[in-house]
């Protein structure tokens, strides 16, 4: 019986039915690519959800079609929410489809995020593939923030062509910074691209880490999450410091339902994030 | 511009990652090869279906690796630079290009002519096995790329 589980205290549902969703108001949307929308949400009353770590997600409510597990791409300390969303489905469909002033649903936030406690000190290779980025951003913002936490910070990102690329202003002003890398490479394009062309893992070798004091945040495909990780351990980062975030079909989003499951785990409660030291014997597995 | 004389040009090559490592005496004889070569952005370095008769050792830059057709625009399916080779159709008959190859950053390459190139190696076999191993590896990684290129990973 739900109510019998006990909710992540810190969750919005904690302060009722823990799959109840609270109303935000979309303030703004933007279109990110020809399928791909950021849409900027806001409380619609003093009741919002706990800010969220770097790394978690939330169940977006598309009022009469459904929820979809969303990763935060920025939030903001008056309870702003941002999100990216790819339009895949009926629910990513409904949701791309708001306009400002319209109503979405939010519980959350849900799963473990990001460990940049545990990153403190280290290199950071981020390495994202396509929708991978938005969950990573925030990881992102936490460095450009408190930049004397970390060394040395090279970012990876990898889309389909260049019409895919997300955030595309905000990649140019972090191409600038000095104090990271960002290398930005499409699997395809025409010759209007002067930049790099093929899969994330043909940029590792110019990335500079030292493997053993660096902690690599990949998000992606499954099957560049996997190549990729294999890569970064090959070239000495450490698995249990190789993070990968997981995307299953994540449904209550409480672990409960099971729809989530892979090997042992439950992606919504015991990922996103997972380490790749706990993964590994799962990832090429098609069964699981 | 054409020079084999300068040292420094010669270390940057012996220090090239393809080339690292290797017997010196067949590092030396591949450098006495060389003719270093600067192409300008937009400058062809290879066509598709021409005489393949050089291998690209690369130093600085970006190359973009383009195929097409007729009714097609050209595609770039990967770009290859600095401590990366480029060419491998001059190894294997009919010794012609199977892409364009085309400078999309200034490129700085050590040019080795390939007919001069698979002397060497059927010279000394030993050599030819060293560089295979060398080779060999270049091949498989991106034959593994294109695949996960075909898989299309980041479609719907």
Known sequence: MLADVAPDPTSSAAAGHPLAPLPYRVRAVATETADTTTLTIEPRSTRSVPAPAPGQFVMLYAFGVGESPIGVSAHRADGTLVHTVRNVGKVTSALARLTPGDTVGVRG???????????????????????????????????????????????????????????????????????????????????????????????????????SRTSAFICGPEIMMRLTAQAVVARGVRPEATWVSMERNMKCAVALCGHCQFGPTFVCRDGPVLSYRALEPFLAVKEV | MSSRTTEDFREAVRRHPFLEGLDPAFLDAMVRLGVERRFRVDEHLAREGAPANVLYILLDGKVALEVGAADHPALTVQTVGAGEVLGWSWLVAPYRWRFDARAVKPVHAVEIEGGALRRLLSEHPDWGYQFLLRFLPVLAERLENTRIQLLDIHAR
Request: no cysteine; aromatic share 12%; glycine share 12%.
């Open chain 1, 109 to 211: 936030p849900y799963g473990r995020g990001w460990p940049l406690q545990e990153a403190r000190g280290q290199d950071l290779v981020i390495v994202a593939g396509g929708l991978g980025l938005p969950p990573l951003r925030p990881v992102l913002y936490e460095v450009f923030e408190n930049r004397d936490r970390y060394g040395r910070v090279e970012v990876i990102y990898g889309a389909r062509t260049p019409k895919d690329l997300i955030y595309y202003e905000e990649l140019q002003s972090w191409r600038r910074r000095s104090d990271l890398r960002i290398q930005v490479t499409v699997d395809a394009a025409g010759r209007d691209w002067y930049g790099d062309v093929g899969v994330v893992t043909t940029r590792l070798p110019d990335v500079r880490f030292d493997g």
